[in-house]
């Protein structure tokens, strides 16, 4: 079974399961009490459009998903479609 660390994701691409490229992992928040994944810190793709209902948080231009919608993390980060709703802004 191969491995992947936290170290050697940013950078890696983040796609939705319908496929969508949508940016650039450049961190994970952990809670520092219990350890636990709170969020992957993506930078969005400039062409990648997304809705904010309360899914997402947006801060300086990045986007936060829950730790809880990524769905595998090798060469990509694959992230659940339903976290992220395509859309208008």
Same mark, same amino acid.
């Given at each position: 079974? *191969?491995?992947?660390?936290?170290? #050697?994701?940013? +950078?890696?691409? @983040?796609?939705?399961?319908?496929?969508?490229?949508? +940016? #650039?992992?450049?961190?994970?928040? $952990?809670?520092? *009490?219990? +350890?636990?994944?709170?969020? @992957?810190? $993506? =930078?969005? !793709?400039? !062409?990648?459009?997304?809705? #904010?209902?309360?899914?997402?948080?947006?801060?300086? !231009?990045?986007?936060?998903?829950?730790?809880?919608?990524?769905?595998?993390?090798? =060469? %990509? @980060?694959? @992230?659940?479609?339903? %976290?992220?709703?395509?859309?208008?802004?």
């Amino acid at each position: 079974m *191969r491995v992947t660390t936290a170290k #050697n994701l940013p +950078g890696k691409k @983040v796609i939705s399961t319908d496929g969508e490229e949508v +940016g #650039n992992l450049l961190d994970i928040e $952990i809670d520092p *009490r219990t +350890g636990k994944l709170l969020y @992957v810190l $993506i =930078d969005p !793709n400039e !062409n990648f459009l997304y809705r #904010n209902e309360g899914k997402l948080k947006i801060e300086d !231009n990045k986007i936060k998903i829950s730790f809880d919608a990524v769905l595998a993390a090798r =060469d %990509y @980060v694959i @992230v659940d479609k339903r %976290y992220i709703l395509i859309g208008s802004n």
